[in-house]
Nanobody, 115 residues
Protein backbone atom coordinates (compact mmCIF):
# COMPACT_ATOMS: atom_id res chain seq x y z
CA UNK A 1 0.00 0.00 0.00
CA UNK A 2 1.36 3.40 -0.98
CA UNK A 3 1.67 5.61 2.07
CA UNK A 4 3.24 8.81 3.29
CA UNK A 5 3.24 9.07 7.06
CA UNK A 6 4.07 12.35 8.76
CA UNK A 7 5.07 12.75 12.38
CA UNK A 8 6.66 15.26 14.69
CA UNK A 9 3.91 17.81 15.00
CA UNK A 10 2.67 19.16 18.29
CA UNK A 11 2.35 22.17 20.53
CA UNK A 12 5.35 24.45 20.89
CA UNK A 13 5.91 27.90 22.35
CA UNK A 14 6.83 30.84 20.13
CA UNK A 15 10.54 30.76 19.38
CA UNK A 16 10.67 27.00 19.78
CA UNK A 17 11.60 24.27 17.31
CA UNK A 18 10.07 21.14 15.86
CA UNK A 19 11.26 18.61 13.33
CA UNK A 20 8.68 17.01 11.08
CA UNK A 21 9.31 13.68 9.42
CA UNK A 22 7.60 12.11 6.42
CA UNK A 23 8.31 8.47 5.68
CA UNK A 24 7.24 6.88 2.43
CA UNK A 25 6.35 3.26 1.86
CA UNK A 26 8.11 3.50 -1.51
CA UNK A 27 11.44 4.62 -2.90
CA UNK A 28 11.70 8.42 -3.08
CA UNK A 29 15.09 8.55 -4.79
CA UNK A 30 13.63 9.23 -8.23
CA UNK A 31 10.96 11.65 -7.08
CA UNK A 32 10.86 14.83 -9.15
CA UNK A 33 10.09 16.97 -6.13
CA UNK A 34 9.47 16.43 -2.45
CA UNK A 35 7.82 19.20 -0.53
CA UNK A 36 6.11 20.37 2.58
CA UNK A 37 2.89 22.34 2.42
CA UNK A 38 0.71 23.76 5.13
CA UNK A 39 -2.90 24.75 5.56
CA UNK A 40 -4.19 26.99 8.31
CA UNK A 41 -7.89 27.13 9.21
CA UNK A 42 -9.95 28.85 6.52
CA UNK A 43 -6.87 29.37 4.34
CA UNK A 44 -5.64 27.71 1.20
CA UNK A 45 -2.88 25.14 1.26
CA UNK A 46 0.47 26.79 0.58
CA UNK A 47 3.94 25.63 -0.29
CA UNK A 48 6.47 25.83 2.52
CA UNK A 49 9.59 24.17 1.11
CA UNK A 50 10.57 21.92 -1.75
CA UNK A 51 13.52 19.69 -2.59
CA UNK A 52 14.16 18.64 -6.17
CA UNK A 53 15.76 15.52 -7.58
CA UNK A 54 18.66 17.70 -8.66
CA UNK A 55 19.43 18.55 -5.07
CA UNK A 56 18.17 22.13 -5.01
CA UNK A 57 15.85 23.49 -2.37
CA UNK A 58 13.56 26.47 -2.22
CA UNK A 59 11.49 28.06 0.49
CA UNK A 60 8.53 30.32 0.86
CA UNK A 61 9.57 33.81 1.90
CA UNK A 62 7.75 33.49 5.20
CA UNK A 63 9.99 30.60 6.35
CA UNK A 64 13.33 31.51 4.79
CA UNK A 65 16.12 31.37 7.32
CA UNK A 66 13.95 29.50 9.82
CA UNK A 67 12.97 26.21 8.15
CA UNK A 68 15.18 23.61 6.47
CA UNK A 69 14.06 20.75 4.27
CA UNK A 70 16.21 17.66 3.94
CA UNK A 71 15.86 14.10 2.74
CA UNK A 72 17.33 10.69 3.51
CA UNK A 73 16.73 8.58 0.41
CA UNK A 74 18.00 5.44 2.11
CA UNK A 75 15.24 5.79 4.70
CA UNK A 76 12.67 7.15 2.23
CA UNK A 77 12.20 10.00 4.66
CA UNK A 78 11.90 13.74 4.28
CA UNK A 79 12.38 16.16 7.14
CA UNK A 80 11.37 19.71 7.87
CA UNK A 81 13.38 21.36 10.63
CA UNK A 82 11.43 24.34 11.92
CA UNK A 83 13.16 26.89 14.14
CA UNK A 84 12.08 30.23 15.58
CA UNK A 85 8.47 29.23 15.27
CA UNK A 86 5.81 31.90 15.27
CA UNK A 87 2.08 31.71 16.07
CA UNK A 88 1.35 32.29 12.39
CA UNK A 89 3.13 29.02 11.60
CA UNK A 90 0.21 27.20 13.19
CA UNK A 91 -1.27 24.88 10.57
CA UNK A 92 -1.59 21.31 9.41
CA UNK A 93 1.61 20.40 7.59
CA UNK A 94 1.49 17.99 4.67
CA UNK A 95 4.22 16.08 2.92
CA UNK A 96 4.06 15.74 -0.87
CA UNK A 97 6.03 13.51 -3.20
CA UNK A 98 5.76 13.99 -6.95
CA UNK A 99 6.94 11.74 -9.71
CA UNK A 100 6.43 12.40 -13.41
CA UNK A 101 2.95 10.86 -13.24
CA UNK A 102 2.18 10.02 -9.63
CA UNK A 103 1.54 12.57 -6.91
CA UNK A 104 1.26 11.50 -3.27
CA UNK A 105 0.12 13.32 -0.14
CA UNK A 106 0.45 12.47 3.50
CA UNK A 107 -2.39 12.74 5.99
CA UNK A 108 -0.97 15.83 7.66
CA UNK A 109 0.41 16.63 11.09
CA UNK A 110 -0.80 19.49 13.28
CA UNK A 111 1.65 22.15 14.38
CA UNK A 112 0.42 24.63 16.97
CA UNK A 113 2.59 27.54 18.09
CA UNK A 114 1.17 29.14 21.21
CA UNK A 115 2.19 30.31 24.63
Amino acid sequence: QVQLVESGGGLVQPGGSLRLSCTASFDIYSAKTIGWYRQAPEKQRELVAVSTSGGSTSYADFVKGRFTISRDNAKSTVYLQMNSLKPEDTAVYYCNVKFIIQNYWGQGTQVTVSS
